[in-house]
Every structure is written in structure tokens, then in C-alpha cells.
């Protein structure tokens, strides 16, 4: 790997962070502002909108100019967002745009990959870039609290720039500004990412015609036996993921009597988890048993019911643990199988765009099931249950339909098709 590689992550890193800590800061805004408790959830939602609506069209994007220009404009994007929370604009709003440069960086920064590297790097790059993600998701969750933190916002709010009124008075405007920092080292890294010297022409620029090939990719992937298998594992993985998120918040806010600021530190226990069972499937299962890991779905969300009994920090945080390294566990291997019969069936370019279409709707579904929840006024107990029933519920049904598919043909036999 050469230096520019070490750019593109540094950058991936930079804007995840960023992306993660501004999650919680919005929070702590719309809680200091009264907000109703079902908009906390609705930030989710409002950020993965555009990855929905724009999914056709983010790949044609991409493809039309440098992908480091594409991730510059998409850091500038974010940091228009990040402004305009700083100036009071409604944090929902705010975020969608957020969620807009997101959903525009998402395609350049694989794509980069495949211009930049050779075949032979891709894995292992991609490897990286997940591994970083999961990193930038877990310290930008920790940082996120950290600023909310009385102290640490009056130690920072204390520091004064010479002969300049900065004008920021407030904790939420301190946070706002180290955060757009953050997006701001982010894009003038994409500066410096070498051209790859691919020329950069959209083959069709047909709103018409993206629609009809997104949908053509699709509908392949569904219809594949092992893609729709994968497709339905991450789909569900993402959307419960997102989910959990704020159901940690609320349940150690009530179950274990944390603020806003240490629950978000719990996020962080559960994407720990996360990466250690990325570790550990990535060391113990090969592609061709990928599919033997859906019953850990299944344990999951019973395991996930268990919450509702635990009142005791020293209990909650192996516990939550346990899930993240489920949840790594089992959606790992099913991302590889995926990645892999997209390239085979449609090319990686449709189908990240597929695979970014489904979970982002999951996520968007499933966190409005949750602010409606919260809406109605569910204990986060009764919320806990119905959730982790649903998850393995919906597991269940997956892993039916996989020894159904078995039955028809045999999946072994299919991956090693794909190979020759």
C-alpha cells in the first residue's frame, strides 16, 4: 500500500468520525430544547433518507469526476449541515443534509478503491476501510459524549483566541465547531488523494434509464439464492443495528441511571463488540460457510430480551459486549457472501448501490417503528422485547428460507460455480 491509500483512509476516518459524534451532539440539542423523545430516533432516519431516494443516482455521481472530488464535495456538503445546526436550524433538518453528503461519499470512497489499487489489494484494502469505519463509529460515539460532558465543554468554552470573538458561547456551538473541524480535516485530506488518471465519463445520464438499471440490479440480487440470503441478513443487520443505538440511550437512562454522555459511552461497549466479532468471523469462517453463522442471528435477539433484566452497569456492559460480537459475528461472513455474488452477478458498483438501497430503508423503517413506539408511550422494556423478538423472528424466517433454497440446489455447489 502506498501513501494515498493511507490518505483515503484517513479521510473515510476523519468523516466518520465526524459523522458519529455529531449524531450524539444532536441529541443533546433537541433534549435541551424539550424536544419529544421520538425525535432522538427520527435523527436516524432523516440521515439514511437520501441513501434511499438517491440511490440510482449517487453511482452515476461518483462516476462523473474524480472520486476524490466527489468526496471533497461530499465533506462540503456535510459541513454545510454541521454549519447550519450551528445556526439554529432544526437538528432533523440539519441532519438530512448531512445525510445527503453521506450518501454521495458512500459510492467514491469504494469506488477509489478499485481505481487506486490493484485487483489483488481490493480485499485486503476493503478490510481496512470496514475495520476503520467501525473504529471512527466507536471513538466518534466516546467523543461525542465527551464533549456534552459539562467540564470538558466549560474547559473548552474557557479558551479564548486573541484580538477575535469567536462568538461561540454555548456547549452545543462548541461541540458544533470541533466537529466541523473534524469535517474539514476530512476534506482537505481528499485534496491531497493522488488522481488515479481514470477518465471519468457517465456512460447514460438518463434519470429514466439509472431507475430501470437500478432496478434490473435489484431484482437480480433478490432473486439470487445465496445473494438474497446475504441481502436479507445485512438489510435486517443495519436496520437493527441503527435501532439499538437509541435503545441502548433510553434503557441506560433508565435501567442504570446514565446521562446522555455515559449512555453514548455504552454505544461504544456494543460497537467494541462489533469489531471484536468482525475479528473473530474474518480469523474462523471462510466464504464457503458463511451461511452456517444465521442461527447467531436467531441468539442475538433473544440474547438482546436479556437487557430488560439487567439493572447493573457491571452486568450491562458484558452483556452488551456479547451482542456487538453476535452481531460482527454473523453479518461479517454475509457482507463477504454478498460482495461476492454481486461481483458475480452485476458488478460492484450495482451492488453497493443495491446493498446501500436495502439497508438504508431497513434503517429508515426500522427507527420510525421505533419513534412510534416511543410515541405511543412504551416502556423501553416492552420496546426491548418486541424488538429482540422481531430480530430473531425475522432470522427465523431467513434461515427457512435458505434450507428451502437448499433443497432446489445446492449453495456449496453454487459458490463454486461463481469461481470458474
Known amino acids: 500500500m502506498d501513501f494515498g491509500f493511507y490518505l483515503i483512509m484517513a479521510a473515510q476516518f476523519c468523516s466518520a468520525l465526524a459523522d458519529n459524534a455529531l449524531l450524539i451532539s444532536a441529541i443533546a440539542i433537541l433534549r435541551d430544547s424539550h424536544a419529544p423523545a421520538s425525535f432522538e430516533p427520527l435523527l436516524k432516519t432523516c440521515f439514511t433518507v437520501s441513501y434511499v431516494a438517491l440511490a440510482a443516482f449517487v453511482g452515476a455521481f461518483a462516476d462523473s469526476m474524480p472520486k476524490w472530488r466527489v468526496m471533497y464535495i461530499s465533506n462540503g456538503i456535510k459541513i ?89 458561547e454555548t456547549t452545543a456551538e462548541m461541540n458544533l465547531t470541533v466537529i466541523g473541524a473534524i469535517y474539514l480535516t476530512a476534506a482537505i485530506i481528499n485534496l491531497r488523494i493522488p488522481d488515479t488518471g481514470v477518465d471519468h465519463k ?70 467494541f463488540g462489533v469489531a471484536a466479532g468482525a475479528v473473530l468471523a474474518a480469523r474462523m469462517i471462510s466464504l464457503r460457510s458463511s451461511v452456517r453463522v444465521i442461527p447467531l442471528g436467531i441468539l442475538m435477539g433473544v440474547v438482546v430480551i436479556g437487557m430488560v433484566l439487567v439493572h447493573d ?58 419513534s412510534l413506539m416511543i410515541n405511543a408511550h412504551l416502556s423501553i422494556e416492552t420496546i426491548i422485547v418486541i424488538f429482540g423478538l422481531c430480530v430473531a423472528g425475522l432470522m427465523l424466517l431467513v434461515k427457512r428460507r435458505h434450507e428451502a433454497n437448499q433443497l432446489e440446489h445446492d449453495d456449496v455447489a453454487l459458490l463454486e460455480d461463481s469461481k470458474h
Open 80 to 168: 454545510f449541515g454541521c454549519a447550519m445546526m450551528f445556526f439554529g436550524v432544526h437538528p432533523l433538518f440539519a441532519y438530512a443534509v448531512v445525510g445527503l453528503g453521506a450518501a454521495a461519499y458512500s459510492p467514491a470512497k469504494y469506488g477509489i478503491l478499485t481505481e487506486y489499487l490493484p485487483h489483488r489489494l481490493l480485499v485486503v484494502a476493503n478490510g481496512w476501510i470496514e475495520g476503520l469505519t467501525v473504529i471512527a463509529i466507536i471513538l466518534g460515539t466516546v467523543l461525542g459524549g465527551m464533549l456534552i460532558k459539562p467540564e470538558i465543554a466549560q474547559q473548552l468554552l474557557s479558551w479564548d483566541v486573541p484580538f477575535i470573538d469567536t462568538g461561540i
Open 202 to 271: 457517465v456512460l447514460k445520464k438518463s434519470p429514466l434509464y439509472l431507475l430501470h438499471d437500478f432496478n434490473h440490479s435489484l431484482k437480480l440480487l433478490w432473486r439470487d439464492r445465496l445473494g438474497q440470503i446475504s441481502l436479507a441478513v445485512t438489510t435486517l443487520f443495519w436496520g437493527a443495528g441503527a435501532t439499538l443505538q437509541f435503545i441502548v440511550i433510553e434503557w441506560a437512562k433508565g435501567a442504570l441511571g446514565m446521562d446522555l454522555s455515559k449512555a453514548s459511552m455504552m454505544q461504544g461497549v456494543v460497537a
Open 313 to 370: 452497569v457491571r452486568i450491562a456492559s458484558p452483556l452488551l459486549v456479547v451482542i456487538g460480537i453476535l452481531s460482527g459475528f454473523f453479518v461479517v461472513p454475509m457482507n463477504a457472501l454478498l460482495q461476492h455474488r454481486g461481483h458475480i452477478l452485476m458488478g460492484a458498483g450495482h451492488s453497493i448501490a443495491v446493498q446501500n438501497f436495502n439497508e438504508n430503508l431497513s434503517i429508515l423503517i426500522m427507527t420510525s417503528l421505533y
